[in-house]
């Protein structure tokens, strides 16, 4: 398919793949495959069906530092926009990662958070609204550009790490921030149990932590805020000052760091509290014990996790394991069957990323 | 059974002896409501000028007693219309001629507070504000404080996707709640979210709140709690400009600065609470501005040296710093009463609740001074200056003929500017029975179908709370056919009346 650089195309894209599926017999229906940069091919169920490159579907549409928001089209990278926030001294407060070449859409489609989701909240709780081209080419308005907007579902919100399976989010709106004044990378030796202990009472307390990541016996701590704030936390807290601790976030935040290398590479995502899980070849624990990377065969991992009451991401994995296992924790039957219907009513004929995120939609 | 009207609201029948006998057998007697005199107090909920009798109210103690009422509910065809403490504003827990009110005011207790993990898990019934003094000797907090907080539950709540002041720092209950148990009204239980992050799958926690007791009945929610500040100060400036004012929350905001609240009053606003709290205000201020600052000592002192100095260049006549909690109480105290300081001055008032791009602020008042002369009724104006939430309270008397109708078409006015405006007709009240009419003007009909695919995936027989939030097709075109958009008259040539 060729690139597709307006609106009107990817509708007409979408519109025509949807009449196509109505003729066609159900075991022979053509899927698009929703695409931007392709920096997270990698994530999710099966990639399945004729790609719809989005990518060309760029720019940004508004920009309104006063009212903290930013509006643009689906391709457009997410360097073009932070680089327009860093102008105006804003940030995209959850730290999306990159991976080279992500974009808006994808960003808000796999729903991924950076190191600062600890302090700032993740994707989901920043998107202030979404245009959508559904599974039919219907293009809808959801949400809008203001901070509170109570009037009707939460369509917009709902679509965060929805992987595309309910249409393309043309074009977003998220809520930005300002970059804090100052901040401060701070490192301890402590082990992975008094790591986890410590995280969560620092959490208890109200300090400007805004990151943390545990790997190898090295707890590193980032502070942010007002300048006061940080050095008196800072006194308070103790560890060693790094001098270039931004790059340190950066290696994490793009995965880039050696915690991230080893495959099968697993996310678990649990309560902040839960003890260190005892697996072999545990790498890393973010977002103040929240978020722990694990690398490795993963015999039980996801049993570990649901006991533990959170869940486990087969995050990076060949694709034909991610399709055996399913990339993502399986849902509860009243959830999965709530799942088809909300997928049925955006995506009627299915034709939109099937099996992405689950094999069952 | 009659054909239903496509589109058509849907209609129901209740046979009220059957539907009585149906739950004396599922509750105890203590329980259950029926006389008219037991119902009439539930007959609406903050918002008095709607009123409708329900059949019955259930007063379910066990979760195992909502899933009995549901499935009766459901199997008869009965609407239901979930209730916490009535004190929602838009005419959401307003009940159903045909249907029950499933009160969830015994659900009160709150079931876990885990002080490592910062969260606690209650009853749908719990007080917003209870949380807050059970997570208090553990440093914490729940952050969403809505005014009626005292009196709100967590259920509301979260059917409204409740703000409050502190939301433009801490976010509305949809950043702040981790997990619901939900009953469909099928009778059957799903639990959404978790106290881990990134539950799988959609994100049915961010439909489920705000979804005005649409989708299911929640028995469970679980909440995040966090650290108390350390301390909290608040600046108080005067502005003799309204515009100036907007302006200055603009600057406040460009400088970096995000403050904890940032509200503003009007002089009408100011001039009615004045003699009621004796806060202090500057009656000669067209406006005033309460902008808080909190965190260490250390951080609130340099945010509250740049916000006085923004406020300074921004033209304020006048600027306080509150020097003691007591202090500070009493500046937000003023602001906090604002409701009840206004039902003083006026037999009723009605209270509006939309949200507009901050920079279109001085455009909204005075176009509401315009609606003042326009409807011949004062509007004192309240808002979250900081999030662009109004909430501008219409004064009326009920008893004067013809007040009410001027009063609802003043407000609808209001709404329907704010969406032209770029903002919504809801910022935290929600859409209710109250502003059905303007979900036609801020929506087109595919969104308001998609509302409806999403409704009808929760609840295919529309039994819960139905008539509210999301209107049917069939109304928006009864509100179309009068609904004048900026001045464009559709078939201008006809005539009306």
């Known amino acids: ?361 | 059974m009659s054909p239903i009207m496509p589109n058509a609201e849907p209609s129901f029948q209740t046979d009220r002896r059957q539907l009585v006998a149906c739950l004396k057998l599922l509750l105890p007697a203590h329980c259950l409501l029926s006389d008219d005199e037991d119902l009439r107090p539930y007959e609406c909920d903050g918002l008095t000028a709607y009123r409708e009798m329900p059949l019955a109210v259930c007063l379910p103690e066990s979760e195992a007693q909502v899933v009995d009422v549901l499935r009766t509910c459901h199997s008869l065809g009965v609407p239901v219309v979930a209730r916490g403490a009535g004190t929602g504003l838009s005419g959401g827990a307003m009940p159903h001629a045909q249907g029950v009110v499933l009160s969830l005011a015994r659900f009160n207790k709150i079931l876990r507070l885990d002080r490592d993990a910062r969260l606690a898990v209650v009853q749908p019934g719990v007080r917003n504000l209870a949380v807050s003094e059970a997570a208090a000797p553990y440093g914490l907090y729940y952050a969403p404080d809505p005014s009626s907080q005292i009196a709100c539950t967590l259920g509301g709540n979260v059917a409204e996707n409740s703000g409050g002041v502190h939301c433009l720092k801490y976010g509305l209950t949809v950043h702040n709640v981790l997990r619901l148990r939900v009953v469909s009204i099928e009778g059957e239980i799903f639990e959404i979210g978790s106290a881990a992050p990134d539950a799988p799958g959609y994100d049915l926690l961010a439909l489920l709140i705000g979804s005005e007791g649409m989708l299911g009945v929640v028995t469970e929610v679980t909440v995040k709690l966090v650290p108390k500040p350390e301390l909290a100060q608040v600046v108080m400036a005067s502005f003799a400009d309204v515009g100036q004012a907007g302006d200055a929350v603009a600057a406040i905001i460009a400088a970096g600065i995000i403050p904890a609240g940032l509200e503003m009053m009007d002089k009408a606003a100011t001039a009615a609470v004045e003699p009621y709290v004796k806060a202090g205000y500057d009656l000669n201020a067209a406006a005033i501005l309460l902008c808080e600052a909190d965190g260490t000592p250390e951080e609130v002192a340099e945010e509250i040296a740049r916000v006085t100095t923004v406020l300074r260049e921004a033209g304020a006549s006048d600027i306080r710093v509150s020097q003691s909690e007591a202090e500070r109480l009493r500046f937000w105290a003023g602001r906090k009463a604002a409701f009840p300081a206004v039902g003083r001055i006026t037999p009723d008032y009605y209270c509006m609740d939309g949200t507009i791009p901050r920079k279109r602020l001085a455009e909204m008042l005075s176009a509401i001074a315009a609606m003042e002369k326009k409807y011949g009724l004062r509007c004192a104006n309240v808002f979250h200056a900081g999030d662009g939430n109004l909430h501008p309270l219409i004064m009326y008397d009920a008893a004067q003929p013809g007040e009410w109708a001027r009063a609802e078409a003043f407000g609808a006015e209001i709404l329907e500017l704010s969406v032209a405006l770029g903002g919504s007709i809801t910022g935290e009240h929600g859409v209710g029975i109250e502003k059905i009419n303007q979900m036609c003007v801020q929506y087109k009909t595919p969104e308001l179908d998609a509302f409806r695919g999403i409704k009808a995936a929760f609840d295919e027989t529309g039994l819960l709370n139905p008539g509210k939030a999301v209107p049917s097709l069939h109304r928006c075109a009864e509100y179309g056919r009068m609904h004048v958009h900026q001045g464009d008259l559709k078939f201008p040539e006809l005539e009306r009346f």
């Open chain 1, 1 to 361: 398919m060729p690139h597709l650089s307006g609106l009107d195309e990817l509708v007409t894209a979408i519109g025509a793949a949807y009449e196509a599926a109505l003729q066609a017999p159900l075991d022979s229906r053509v899927a698009l495959r929703i695409r931007g940069g392709g920096s997270k091919d990698f994530y999710g169920g099966m990639l399945a069906g004729e790609v719809l490159d989005v990518g060309a579907y760029r720019g940004i549409v508004a920009y309104e530092p006063t009212e903290l928001y930013i509006t643009a089209r689906c391709g457009t990278p997410l360097a073009e926009i932070e680089a327009a926030l860093a102008e105006r001294g804003q940030m995209l407060a959850f730290e999306p990662p990159h991976f080279d070449m992500a974009t808006l859409g994808g960003c808000v489609a796999a729903g991924l958070s950076g190191p600062r989701r600890l302090q700032a909240g993740a994707v989901r709780d920043f998107v202030l609204g979404v245009k959508l081209i559904d599974g039919t080419g219907q293009v809808l308005d959801f949400g809008g550009q203001v901070m509170k907007n109570v009037a009707g579902y939460d369509v917009s919100r709902l679509l965060a790490g929805s992987l595309g399976t309910l249409g393309v989010l043309a074009e977003v709106t998220l809520k930005v921030l300002p970059k804090p004044v100052a901040e401060r990378t701070l490192v301890f030796a402590i082990d992975e149990a008094g790591a986890i202990a410590r995280l969560n009472q620092w959490a208890g307390q109200p300090l400007p932590i805004s990151a943390s990541f545990w790997h190898e016996g090295k707890l590193w701590l980032r502070l942010s805020g007002a300048r006061a704030a940080v050095a008196a936390a800072s006194d308070k807290l103790g560890g060693t000052a790094v001098a270039d601790g931004e790059r340190h976030w950066l290696a994490v935040r793009e995965q880039t760091h050696q915690a991230f290398a080893g495959t099968p590479l697993w996310r678990l995502a649990l309560p902040s509290t839960t003890p260190a899980l005892g697996l072999d070849g545990l790498c890393s624990i973010e977002w103040g014990g929240a978020l722990r990377w694990y690398a490795g065969e993963g015999d039980g991992v996801r049993e570990l996790a649901a006991k533990a009451g959170g869940h486990a991401v087969l995050y990076r994995a060949a694709e034909s394991l991610r399709c055996l296992e399913g990339a993502f924790a399986p849902l509860a039957p009243p959830l999965l069957a709530l799942h088809r219907r909300l997928k049925k009513r955006f995506d009627p004929l299915g034709i939109l990323n099937p099996g992405r995120l689950y094999a069952e939609l």
